[in-house]
């Protein structure tokens, strides 16, 4: 159903649709030729049954009725997941997913269809609906394929296609065993391990070929309290593009006391007032303000077909000069980096909003020739059964010239909010959401009672512009945050530095 | 139809498991087809066309348990896949509730044509499906000069899944499903309002797209001009095709795994009053057409229609087979089926002229619910109601609230079920909400 046209959401995993379990060593190899994280372009061909006169007769055949550009896609991916409820590590589980996606563009518009066979017979005959966008006879000369080398930026130590499940299970039943020690109040603990290590190869009409390996892990907990006849829950995450070498003590030290500080201070915690207030966003997760307040509103699919609340305000002045706002897929083993985005272009540091001047929308192949720019290597995809659009990959904000203590003291009566589950945008009205799940009031510059379960809602042009100081402390969040548009869901990281927002609706009491 | 390879195959997945190590298997087979058309400015932007299939497995391994899936479906890659899959099931921790759902609770075979599936569907012209996706967008055409984009699209899929449990219970379900659908974007001065409308059905020749763009650009030029109002507690009428998003807040505390978990709010409310007397809903999974129609589920329980909900009582939970089994109660499903509500006599036009002051609301901006407190609170658009009369659209307001209280303050259903969606909800009046705007 395409009824998602104006919203956009984003969801953090808490203790639901968890997908992916690696059993053992080479696990999932699957009758193909074993690659691994250190194989090259050879090796990628090898392991799809491919070379390359197999993908220059797909090509030639994409564009057969005269297409502009085609390209392939070809994935395999491993997921893996351990989970414990109860305290037994009583559940596991792992997906394959494995095929070629052929897209064929002429102008703006899109032919795509995907084959989960790769063999030549296979891919011409997806090939050939995906021609069926364009509509005349056209002859190419053959493709001549070139490698893209691209650089490094999710380096790891040990493949998670090299851990059994052997090695993961003590680490979820001791992340359960921390959280139980810490508080008695404890009643029930959930955890979670999943990994996932794709294989992509890529190549397109302009005679790039490329591949690409993309490890994942998250690590999530979810606990109950009980206090008297009361209940109260919270979960942490972390989420990485990383190996088995971000699992230790510390990160399980850390996870442990995110949920039991955080599921105390719900017995505590209550709700606003109702009405507009001053809002401070702790540094790190609450980057979900640019997510949704801005991000999707940059992505140029939107402002293309003007239907973005930023369509016509590019070269403007949307903020105060120590805004800056930046969209960065180089970012060293975070969740929305990226080597080389799904249509081949390399990644980059996008500056979104510079010195609150809007300088960039987020592009993918379509939009950047429609606006005649460089492409900013946003063009992202779920998996080999999507096409790729506009989407961001880590989003936060630089830091600014004030202190953290500062910005609290100059708030007399509002709230501070650290902890969100989900928020979600109408890219057109620009109307923006977040969900608090804990934060603080603030009353004549201090913070005082805890707060929970709260929706804030703003306008995104009228809340960048209202965003009147911004902290040294920029913090990049590594949660598990998924963000979906068009059906499709990515992994995204945000980030913050301390911020105070003049005015945000939040969705409090009544007296 | 059948695939006698798919199902021969489910078989044979099941029976491989079991000679290697499984102690119970359920295996899932599926396969789909799919096509999307995209249209705008009477141009097509997108055409999508996929075929896709794969295979599920529970597994049961001397008292542990673990679930794989794969798209890779030769019978070579399979064996290794089950096996590995076996091996590393002998890891876990066991799970003394884990097993295959008791034979008699099973689906037993009975046929029964719920009218899910359109014989017609590989016989359809592509040409028709993409002049009804540019019908839809050329019928706004002029309508309005403050659109600035309408896009027209059409998409169908065809479905088909085979289930085999080792216990011998097997099982096929097809269904097929056609939708037109319509996103406006209007130009509204400072703001770029948008909206959507669609039509769905089982089969094609019931399909149409008509009035379906104009729905969509009416909606979204309704939307000009809207302000926040003041914060306070008044009424607040939802239209039907927006009550599920917070009736899914009341419906998740009644899964069994949220009660097991501690994680719901409607622990030990069977037989209590939870709601106003005016909320009665039946889970029916045996409605020809339905959305959600089937005569098993994901566990191969056989389907039964029940009461969730009669006159505010709280009847039954949601248990699947394992949490039943964890919670020492009989399963029900652990899915929900087509929900048919009971039905008040006005429509959302005399339960507008109904109210004294309160927000209409047409639509839910993000927000979220704590299943275990049931205190929420969620955005909100709509238009601003007072002494019966519509008097401007709304944005930018939340409300916050807590489940246990405000389905109490339900005071009026509508008689405008979504017929065509698998919760059929009417629209739905309630008093005493906390609005927080300026």
Redesign the interface.
Known sequence: ???E???R?FIRTG?FSLAG?A??PS??S??CNRITEQSGLEEYYAHFNVDREMLQKVMAEALLRGGDYCDLYFEHSLSNY?GL?DK????????????VGVRVLKG?????????EISLDAMKK?AK?AA??ASESKDYPPINLQERVHPEFCKIKTSWEDV???QK?PYLQKLNDKIFDLDGKV??V?VYLDDSSSYILFANSEGVVSFDYRPMVSFIA?C?M?KGD????FFASRSMRIGYEYLNEELMDEIANEVVVGANKQFEAV?PK???MEVVLAAGGAGILLH?AMGHAFEADFNR?????F?DKMGQKVGEDFVTIIDDGTNPNYRGTLNIDDEGILTQKTKMVENGVLTSYLHDRISAKYYNVAPTGNGRRESF?Y?PIPRMRNTYMEAGPHSKEDIIASVKDGIYVDTF???????????????VKSGYLIENGKLTQPI????????GPEALRQISMVGKDLKIDCGTGTCGKGGQGVPVSMGLPTVKVAQL??????A | MKDNKKVELAQWASKYATENGAKEVSVSVYDSKESEVEVRKQKIEKIQESIQSGLSLKLYVNGKYSTHSTNRLDRNDLEKFIKEAILGTNYLAKDQYRSLPDRHLCYDGTEKDLKLFDSNYDSIDPRQKIDLAMQVEAETTGMDERIISVTGSYSDGSYRSYLVLSNGVEGFKESTSYSIDASASINGGDSRPSDYYYNATRFWDQLSGEGVGKYAVERALRKIGAKTIQSGKMEMLIENRSVGRVFNSLLQPMFGYNLQQKRSFLEGKIGKKIASDLLSITDNPFIESGRNSRLYDGDGLASRKMTVIENGILQTYYIDDYYGKKLDMEPTTGSSSNLIFELGDKDLSALTKDMNEGILVTGFNGGNSNSATGDFSVGVEGFYVKKGEILHPVSGMNITGNHKEIWNNLIAIGNDPLTDRSWQTPSMLFEGVDFSGL
């Open positions: 159903m395409n009824n046209f104006s919203r959401e203790s379990m059993i053992l696990f999932l699957m009758g351990v409820q037994q590590v009583n559940r596991a589980g792992s997906n394959i997913d494995y095929g703006d518009q899109t032919g795509y269809a995907f084959s989960e997806v609906t069926s966008i059994s499940i052997k299970i009643a029930k959930q979810v109950v009980e009361r209940r109260e829950d709700k109702a009405g507009q949704e077909k003007e239907t973005s609340i369509s059964r096409a589950t989900n928020g979600e945008v109408q890219i057109g009205a620009g109307d923006f959401t977040f969900y929970k379960d709260v929706n804030l809602i703003g306008n609706t939040v969705g409090g009491v009544n």
